[in-house]
């Protein structure tokens, strides 16, 4: 009689089975981890400006969407900032006069781009540069211009390439000017929400192009923004992009050594910007960017003004290189501080300045 007990085979899985068990144990994986980083007060949101946020929010400008660091005008809106500046924006979202989006037969269609120079900080809608230099040209020319302005405060060269990819050339103006400095060589913005704290002053500082989401993915970012695994790597992501781009020597202090746009960039920025004008059919102008001689006899800004001198030079040697116009009325308005209201602004005697340098220039193209 047989003893042999029958045999029993071991369990399995199908392969479907396993794959589900081990999606489940990194699901729960993940979890724990993400419930650690919140116990732990750790917050970290890269793509969001606090300090933007705090100043400007429900003050007539929102987000972009792409570069959602920076601020643009909200269509029709009334920009109130601290009872010192009133911007009026017209329906299209730009400083100045309504206008048609196709430019009319027989009209030079002239667009100023740049920041808050550009978009009249602390001057009323009529008298920036870009309204002064309408005015001017129709008197000097006697042919019908119209002016776009398209400055907006606190841009710099890598927005302003935005800017004219999404918005500008489709305008199909015939000539644009081009006055971006002063942010470009400002500290890095620091963009950071760290343990729970607003950490302007101590968050990681990146360059403009390495917070840039590309349209395609704003909404991934977004959807997943909330989540503080997804914030961790994108911390460690920015703070190893800093480190490498600083001298061993400076590591210490490398959160006072980044730029919005560094030298390299800048240029690069000025030579897209040229590009993609003359890709479009438009003629680009450089345009320097002056500062008042009163602030810059204070130690403060000796720093300031070496690197306003050092992007202006880059302005010259990108427009000699790629044998493009530049108006430069530093050698005018950096003789009087009557010319400006902070250390960048003109006044309205300074816009009216520079549209006369414009106007000059433009006339003598013969468009």
């Keep these: 009689m047989s003893t042999d007990q029958p045999q029993v085979s071991p369990r399995t899985f199908s392969l479907t089975k396993k794959i589900c068990f081990s999606a489940l144990i990194v699901v729960l994986l993940l979890g724990f981890i993400e419930a650690g980083f919140r116990l732990s007060g750790f917050s970290f949101r890269p793509h969001y400006s606090i300090y933007a946020e705090n100043a400007w929010e429900s003050h007539g400008v929102t987000q972009d969407p792409t570069l959602p660091w920076s601020w643009v005008p909200v269509p029709g809106a009334l920009c109130h900032i601290g009872g010192s500046s009133d911007f009026h924006f017209n329906q299209l979202g730009y ?21 808050s120079g550009t978009m009249g900080w602390g001057v009323q809608d009529g008298e920036t540069y870009c309204a002064d230099l309408q005015n001017i040209l129709e008197r000097k020319c ?27 050339t489709a305008l199909h103006p015939d000539v644009i000017t081009l006055c971006y400095n002063w942010n470009d060589h400002a500290d890095a913005i620091r963009v950071a929400k760290i343990s729970g704290k607003y950490a302007w002053e101590k968050g990681v500082p990146a360059r403009d192009k390495d917070l840039y989401h590309p349209q395609r993915y704003t909404e991934f970012i977004y959807v997943f923004s909330n989540l503080r695994i997804f914030q961790f790597l994108q911390y460690v992501g920015l703070r190893s992009a800093e480190l490498s781009g600083v001298p061993e020597d400076q590591k210490r202090q490398s959160n006072a050594v980044l730029l919005r746009v ?8 000025l030579e897209q910007l040229i ?20 602030k810059v006899e204070k130690p403060e800004m000796q720093i300031h003004a070496r690197m306003q001198q050092q992007y202006n030079e880059m302005i010259r040697e990108v ?5 493009v116009l530049c108006v430069d009325p530093t050698s005018i308005l950096e ?6 209201s902070s250390n960048t602004h003109p006044t309205k005697a300074g816009h009216n300045r520079i549209a006369m340098l414009l106007a000059n220039a433009i006339c003598s193209m013969n468009l």
């Design 95 to 115: 400083r100045g006069p309504i206008f048609q989006k196709m430019k009319a037969p027989g009209t030079l269609r002239i667009i100023c781009m740049g920041d």
């Design 319 to 323: 427009a000699a290189g790629k044998n």
């Design 142 to 168: 006697r042919q019908n211009v119209e002016t776009i302005n398209a400055g907006v405060f606190g841009f710099d060269s890598f927005q302003g390439v935005h800017q004219m990819k999404e918005k500008i």
């Design 275 to 294: 590009d993609l004008a003359r890709g479009a059919g438009i003629t680009p102008i450089l345009l320097t960017q002056a500062l008042n001689p009163r």
């Design 262 to 269: 560094p030298p390299d960039d800048y240029k690069e920025n």
């Design 335 to 340: 003789t009087d501080p009557k010319y400006f």
